[in-house]
């Protein structure tokens, strides 16, 4: 699967940003999808997951309450709906896929390209 993240931008701290992922293929409910990001200086870090069809999520604590990971096996794409945005949540964003059978997955196999996200304070 190849996969293609839109949607970052420039956004003031307590606002909203909604990101994108797209897979390519007819197998994408087959997925298990995932977002991570990462700041300037760190290493990457998971943020969330959601299983095959949706029925199960997955977040870090650093995110709970705050961000939504969703799906749309239909159209091939899984979002991040990122509200009350902090400027410790400015990072590259990175979607991942995997075909690993339990939730969640201990490891991701495909990768998107990243997509910027800047909060301001």
């Known amino acids: 699967v190849q996969l293609q993240a839109s949607g970052g931008g420039l956004a003031q701290a307590g606002g909203s940003l909604r990101l994108s992922c797209a897979g390519t293929?007819?197998?994408?409910?087959?997925?298990?999808m995932g977002w991570f990001r990462q700041a300037p200086g760190k290493e990457r870090e998971f943020v969330a997951a959601?299983?095959?069809?949706?029925?199960?999520?997955n977040y870090a604590d650093s995110v709970k309450g705050r961000f939504t990971i969703s799906r749309d096996n239909a159209k091939n794409t899984v979002y991040l709906q990122m509200n009350s945005l902090k400027p410790e949540d400015t990072a590259v964003y990175y979607c991942a896929a995997t075909r690993r059978l339990e939730f969640p997955p201990t490891g991701y196999d495909y990768w998107g390209q990243g997509t910027l996200v800047t909060v301001s304070s």
């Open positions: 293929g007819r197998t994408f409910s087959s997925y298990i």
């Open positions: 959601i299983s095959w069809t949706g029925g199960s999520t």
